[in-house]
């Protein structure tokens, strides 16, 4: 159940963030997707992750992996998001 739980907050996030930037400038798509995914997306995905992998290879330990996960999508989340601030806008 709790697995369940952390895929629903994920799909919930992104969902939101699509929404979000839905029709805007990629400037403010880059700030809104690097938001949710440092926000409620990476948490819930690692958390979910790595209890679902525990769950398959029947170890609890493995489900540690979570903090090799969380970290990576975090950064990439941080990248979008530093690009949103500092890119400029293409004039046409």
Same mark, same amino acid.
């Given at each position: 159940m709790a697995i369940?739980?952390?895929?629903?907050?994920?799909?919930?996030g992104a969902v939101i963030a699509y929404q979000l930037s839905e029709g805007k400038p990629? $400037?403010? $798509?880059? $700030?809104? /997707?690097g938001i949710?995914?440092?926000?409620?997306?990476?948490?819930?995905l690692a958390?979910?992750?790595?209890?679902?992998y525990a769950v398959i290879v029947e170890n609890g /330990?493995?489900?540690?992996i979570m903090w090799y996960i969380f970290p990576i999508i975090f950064?990439?989340?941080?990248i979008m998001l530093l690009v949103g601030i500092f890119n $400029?806008?293409?004039s046409k």
């Open positions: 369940a739980v952390g895929y629903v907050i994920a799909l919930i990629k $400037k403010r $798509k880059y $700030k809104v /997707w949710a995914l440092m926000l409620p997306i990476s948490p819930a958390f979910s992750i790595g209890l679902s /330990w493995a489900a540690l950064i990439i989340g941080l $400029k806008e293409e």
